[in-house]
């Protein structure tokens, strides 16, 4: 019979590296730009440490590419122009990155930020944008790329999950990774419990590894 330990245990998390975000406010803040498929809290989080003063940095746009994309509303509640590029509208993956390309130049954006982006994206934007582009992903990466990455680590039966920051390359949820943060997965975990767990984590670190990456 095993003991439980302290419940701090079953929640705690780990996140690495661990820094704190530092005042850079004497620096021109870094514009980027958002993109986003869906619920956009990660788009909130970084708009709220934006406007804490803890981030500095300035949304210049929110790209979203689903018309029903609760991300739009977000930005529209707190005055960040959203432009909606819809997939379906393109004949191929490089017209849709090409229209990316120029939205994002159109609003002078430096620093790209994928907060559940659900497309995967070309050379053509990979090029404009080279190690400028940061993707958030619900797994602790090389693990469980791609669609339903919380389902395919309660699957795998893996103890620790997590989400992890990294710079986007080609190829899928793959790239210099910024930052992890580890998340236990408990024994009654559903699909929506552990990936509310894992999203509580993400939230701490998005801020953070755009400042580590794009905040010099
Ligand atoms: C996040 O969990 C993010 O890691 C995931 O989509 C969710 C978006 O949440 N991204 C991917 O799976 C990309 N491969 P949000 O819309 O509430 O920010």
New binding site residues.
């Given amino acids: 019979m095993f003991m439980s330990e302290d419940s701090l245990i079953n929640t705690a998390s780990l996140i690495s590296p661990h820094i704190s975000l530092v005042d850079a406010s004497s620096r021109a803040p870094v514009k980027l730009g958002i993109m986003?498929s869906?619920?956009?809290?990660?788009?909130e989080v970084v708009a709220q440490a934006i406007e804490d003063g803890k981030l500095n940095a300035q949304i210049q746009v929110l790209i979203y590419n689903n018309p029903s994309a609760k991300?739009a509303v977000r930005a529209k509640n707190r005055g960040v122009e959203s432009v909606l590029l819809n997939h379906r509208d393109y004949p191929s993956r490089e017209e849709f990155d090409r229209q990316i390309v120029q939205t994002l130049h159109q609003y002078e954006v430096e620093w790209v930020i994928m907060?559940?982006w659900?497309r995967l994206v070309s050379q053509v934007l990979i090029d404009a944008f080279p190690n400028k582009m940061i993707n958030?992903?619900?797994s602790l990466l090389p693990s469980f790329k791609g669609v339903r990455?919380v389902e395919q680590a309660l699957e795998a039966g893996v103890k620790i999950t997590g989400?992890t920051v990294h710079l986007l390359c080609l190829e899928m949820?793959s790239g210099p990774i910024l930052m992890q943060a580890a998340v236990p997965v408990l024994p009654d975990d559903t699909p929506e419990t552990l990936?509310g767990r894992?999203?509580v984590q993400?939230h701490r670190i998005l801020p953070l590894a755009i400042a580590l990456a794009a905040q010099k």
Avoid: W
């Fill in positions: 986003a869906g619920n956009g809290s990660n788009f991300a907060a559940g659900m958030i992903h619900p990455a989400c949820d990936h894992i999203q993400e």
